[in-house]
């Protein structure tokens, strides 16, 4: 098992046809992902490395029969294309876009909740089953398949944590990059609680910033419902107050969001949080008595 | 970007929203022209992007022109918070019978936008939520059905006795709300908002944030970015897709991504050096980005070392190397530069600066690379 994403998984490509799109498309292809067709208003009928490409979503699902998108459309249109999405039933959305406007996001997590369709990201590099299926932009390579679930608000860091996992000899069930912004779709917390029923998943890493509270509503979630090790990291500890470090999300307001208070609340949780990203594995094979 | 006070004023106005009038001055000169259409007494308001002004002596009342022109000079040129005051606000001042407190706020946990409205107001809220949470009362806004106007009255009740004035401020929240939404803004805050012994409405103090994200629709906006006190190398640096931020150590950080680059000066300081700043290339980086990079990061004086941490996924090694040789023959690179690569066609990255001869420190891991940098750096 794994959770989210796997062999079953039918995947439609939101912007197939742009630069971004294609180029990945080709590259989840690669790696095993069952992708079957695209969508880009205007360009229906016409075809991106032989898979076909709607105008709608509506009639990309309907004659696809797909369970989940990936979206590569522009911040300006990123928001109207996961409501699409969304309307037109699939299950899980994947929103790769950065620079989405907040305001617009909020009005798109509101109606995904009426419509019950799960969205990660956006500002996100996706999510990974390791040898089974990858939604998104990691690189396949450096993944293997194992019984640790990964949960990441960054990309090139968990890139850097993973290859210490795989190197270390621990696996990942489902690596998830949940995204950068303030308002996102699944949050560690949502996650955890998918990890917590995946038999598979033996231990689960968080990779969190500075930023809003989400680490410290994970770290009450670990500490009253949790029952597998999990090991965090924090980047950030160094970070100026009131300044956005690159992420939008990633931004110390007043005095709260700090890296401190998230080691902290992480600490109180048994969560052990490591100094730097290669301690990681290290720590987590303690936990795991390996 | 967050909008100074009189900015945010200027803004909150158009949607109806009771501003004082007043004018923003660069000299005393210009605070004297100013006068001449205001009635005193007046207030005398440094423009900073820092908070506790007030405290610091840069908010001072004038009941005459001379008065006025003596405080003016005094704020022109203080220091706030390590912050050369260059701009005053000047406005007439009101004769306060109750101050407020109204905002407007994205809210992460709830992912929805929250008015707040407390009688504490005119004090720092969140001073308020630690010491007198029950003061404050929230209502969180469903996006898709509005503010309506009874909920605002609800808010509005809790914190104005007086109901007819409790009606006109409850309207003004209204406006508030249709301001954060219109600007695009992440926090509209009005504090205080003062019911003057008149029984008339002002907001006193404004602060509006505009989403980064949302700035392409607001190009009027962007022009008020205050060029008097923005950092001139993070802008230049935006305008080629680059996230930069400038700290007060010595270890230049080149990265791609942004939770690694926050990780790469984390770890810098963990080994006992200290980051110049924070830089993400970003992530589909092209050679001419990494070319600007070197140069912004150079300009620094303080940066006796650099730090290129990249680890390849969308970003290729290649082009890294390529960006990097090319800066090595278009400016004269001073400092150490110690560099660790991997990921996506590391070989022909490595391969391609080991061909070029260039002066490079190379290491294989996080840690190695932060550890030979903070030590050339120190000679």
């Given at each position: 098992?794994?959770?989210?994403v796997?062999?079953?998984?039918?995947?439609?490509?939101?912007?197939?046809?742009?630069?971004?799109?294609?180029?990945?498309?080709?590259?989840?292809?690669?790696?095993?992902?069952?992708?079957?067709?695209?969508v880009?208003?205007?360009?229906?009928?016409?075809?991106?490395?032989?898979?076909?490409?709607?105008?709608?979503?509506?009639?990309?699902?309907?004659?696809?029969?797909?369970?989940?998108?990936?979206?590569?459309?522009?911040?300006?249109?990123?928001?109207?294309?996961?409501?699409?999405?969304?309307?037109?039933?699939?299950?899980?959305?994947?929103?790769?876009?950065?620079?989405?406007?907040?305001?617009?996001?909020?009005?798109?997590?509101?109606?995904?909740?009426?419509?019950?369709?799960?969205?990660?990201?956006?500002?996100?590099p996706?999510?990974?089953?390791?040898?089974?299926?990858?939604?998104?932009i990691?690189?396949g390579?450096?993944?293997?398949?194992?019984?640790?679930?990964v949960?990441?608000?960054?990309?090139?860091?968990?890139?850097?944590?993973?290859?210490h996992?795989?190197?270390?000899?621990?696996?990942?069930s489902?690596?998830?990059?949940?995204?950068?912004?303030?308002?996102?779709?699944s949050?560690?917390?949502?996650?955890?609680?998918?990890?917590?029923?995946?038999?598979?998943?033996?231990?689960?890493?968080?990779?969190?910033?500075?930023?809003?509270?989400?680490?410290?509503?994970?770290?009450?979630?670990?500490?009253?419902?949790?029952?597998?090790?999990?090991?965090?990291?924090?980047?950030?500890?160094?970070?100026?107050?009131?300044?956005?470090?690159?992420h939008?999300?990633?931004?110390?307001?007043?005095?709260?969001?700090?890296?401190?208070?998230?080691?902290?609340?992480?600490?109180?949780?048994?969560?052990p949080?490591?100094?730097?990203?290669?301690?990681?594995?290290?720590?987590?094979?303690?936990k795991?008595?390996? | 970007?967050?909008?100074?006070?009189?900015?945010?004023?200027?803004?909150?106005?158009r949607?109806?929203?009771?501003?004082?009038?007043?004018?923003?001055?660069k000299?005393?000169?210009?605070?004297?022209k100013?006068?001449?259409n205001?009635?005193?007494?007046?207030?005398?308001?440094?423009?900073?992007?820092?908070?506790?002004?007030?405290?610091?002596?840069g908010?001072?009342?004038?009941?005459?022109?001379?008065?006025?022109?003596?405080?003016?000079?005094?704020?022109?040129g203080?220091?706030?918070?390590?912050?050369?005051?260059?701009?005053?606000?000047?406005?007439?001042?009101?004769?306060?019978?109750?101050?407020?407190?109204?905002?407007?706020?994205?809210?992460?946990?709830?992912?929805?936008p929250?008015?707040m409205?407390?009688?504490?107001?005119?004090?720092?809220?969140?001073?308020?939520?630690r010491?007198?949470?029950?003061?404050?009362?929230?209502?969180?806004?469903?996006?898709?059905?509005?503010?309506?106007?009874?909920?605002?009255?609800?808010?509005?009740?809790?914190?104005?006795?007086?109901?007819?004035?409790?009606?006109?401020f409850?309207?003004?929240?209204?406006?508030?709300?249709?301001?954060?939404?219109?600007?695009?803004?992440?926090?509209?805050?009005?504090?205080?908002?003062?019911?003057?012994?008149?029984?008339?409405?002002?907001?006193?103090?404004?602060?509006?944030?505009?989403?980064?994200?949302?700035?392409?629709?607001?190009?009027?906006?962007?022009?008020?970015?205050?060029?008097?006190?923005?950092?001139?190398?993070?802008?230049?640096?935006?305008?080629?897709?680059?996230?930069?931020?400038?700290?007060?150590?010595?270890?230049?950080?080149?990265v791609n991504?942004?939770?690694?680059?926050?990780?790469?000066?984390?770890?810098i300081?963990?080994?006992?050096?200290?980051?110049?700043?924070?830089?993400?290339?970003?992530?589909?980086?092209n050679p001419?980005?990494?070319?600007?990079?070197?140069?912004?990061?150079?300009?620094?004086?303080?940066?006796?070392?650099?730090?290129?941490?990249?680890?390849?996924?969308?970003?290729?090694?290649?082009?890294?190397?390529?960006?990097?040789?090319?800066?090595?023959?278009?400016?004269?690179?001073?400092?150490?530069v110690?560099?660790?690569?991997?990921?996506?066609?590391?070989?022909?990255?490595?391969?391609?600066l080991?061909?070029?001869?260039?002066?490079?420190?190379?290491?294989?891991?996080?840690?190695?690379?932060?550890?030979?940098?903070?030590?050339?750096?120190?000679?």
């Amino acid at each position: 098992m794994s959770i989210l994403v796997g062999k079953d998984t039918k995947v439609l490509v939101q912007g197939i046809t742009g630069r971004d799109g294609s180029f990945h498309t080709k590259l989840m292809r690669e790696y095993g992902t069952n992708v079957v067709g695209g969508v880009t208003p205007g360009k229906g009928g016409t075809t991106v490395d032989g898979l076909p490409v709607f105008n709608t979503m509506h009639e990309a699902v309907e004659k696809t029969g797909a369970n989940a998108s990936v979206i590569f459309v522009p911040a300006p249109f990123a928001a109207d294309a996961i409501m699409e999405a969304a309307d037109a039933g699939v299950e899980l959305v994947v929103a790769i876009t950065e620079g989405i406007p907040v305001n617009d996001m909020l009005r798109v997590v509101r109606f995904l909740e009426e419509k019950g369709t799960r969205l990660i990201g956006p500002n996100c590099p996706g999510l990974i089953t390791p040898d089974e299926a990858k939604l998104g932009i990691l690189p396949g390579q450096i993944f293997k398949r194992g019984p640790v679930g990964v949960i990441s608000r960054s990309g090139t860091l968990t890139y850097e944590i993973v290859s210490h996992l795989t190197a270390n000899g621990l696996g990942q069930s489902t690596a998830i990059g949940i995204g950068g912004d303030p308002i996102i779709g699944s949050k560690f917390i949502d996650l955890l609680k998918l990890f917590k029923d995946d038999p598979e998943t033996e231990a689960v890493v968080l990779i969190g910033e500075i930023g809003g509270t989400d680490e410290q509503d994970a770290a009450e979630y670990i500490k009253s419902e949790f029952n597998k090790p999990v090991v965090a990291f924090i980047a950030g500890r160094t970070a100026p107050p009131e300044k956005r470090m690159g992420h939008a999300g990633a931004i110390i307001s007043g005095s709260s969001g700090t890296a401190e208070e998230k080691i902290k609340a992480f600490n109180a949780a048994g969560v052990p949080v490591a100094a730097e990203p290669a301690e990681v594995a290290t720590l987590l094979k303690e936990k795991l008595g390996k | 970007m967050k909008l100074l006070e009189y900015s945010s004023k200027e803004v909150l106005k158009r949607y109806g929203l009771p501003i004082q009038p007043g004018e923003v001055a660069k000299t005393v000169e210009e605070v004297e022209k100013i006068l001449d259409n205001l009635k005193f007494p007046v207030v005398i308001k440094a423009q900073v992007p820092v908070g506790g002004r007030g405290k610091a002596g840069g908010v001072k009342l004038a009941h005459d022109k001379a008065e006025a022109l003596e405080k003016a000079k005094a704020i022109l040129g203080m220091q706030i918070k390590g912050i050369t005051v260059k701009k005053v606000l000047v406005t007439e001042a009101v004769d306060i019978d109750k101050e407020i407190y109204a905002g407007v706020v994205v809210d992460r946990r709830t992912k929805r936008p929250v008015v707040m409205v407390s009688s504490e107001g005119g004090v720092d809220i969140e001073e308020v939520a630690r010491t007198k949470p029950e003061a404050i009362h929230k209502y969180a806004v469903d996006p898709i059905l509005g503010f309506p106007a009874y909920k605002a009255r609800e808010l509005a009740f809790k914190v104005v006795d007086d109901p007819k004035l409790a009606i006109k401020f409850s309207s003004n929240l209204v406006k508030l709300y249709n301001a954060f939404l219109g600007l695009d803004a992440q926090l509209a805050e009005i504090n205080p908002f003062v019911i003057d012994k008149s029984g008339d409405l002002w907001a006193v103090d404004a602060k509006v944030i505009v989403d980064d994200n949302a700035l392409f629709r607001h190009p009027d906006i962007e022009k008020m970015r205050d060029m008097d006190y923005e950092n001139l190398e993070e802008l230049e640096a935006k305008k080629y897709g680059l996230s930069f931020v400038a700290l007060d150590g010595y270890v230049g950080c080149m990265v791609n991504g942004a939770g690694l680059a926050m990780a790469t000066m984390d770890i810098i300081k963990k080994y006992g050096g200290d980051p110049a700043n924070f830089l993400d290339v970003g992530g589909s980086s092209n050679p001419e980005k990494v070319t600007k990079a070197m140069e912004i990061i150079l300009k620094d004086e303080n940066v006796k070392s650099i730090y290129v941490n990249i680890f390849g996924g969308i970003t290729r090694c290649d082009d890294i190397a390529k960006g990097l040789i090319e800066a090595f023959s278009n400016m004269e690179v001073k400092v150490p530069v110690v560099i660790r690569l991997t990921g996506t066609n590391e070989e022909l990255g490595k391969k391609m600066l080991e061909e070029s001869g260039l002066p490079l420190v190379t290491a294989s891991t996080m840690a190695e690379g932060a550890r030979k940098a903070i030590e050339l750096a120190k000679g």
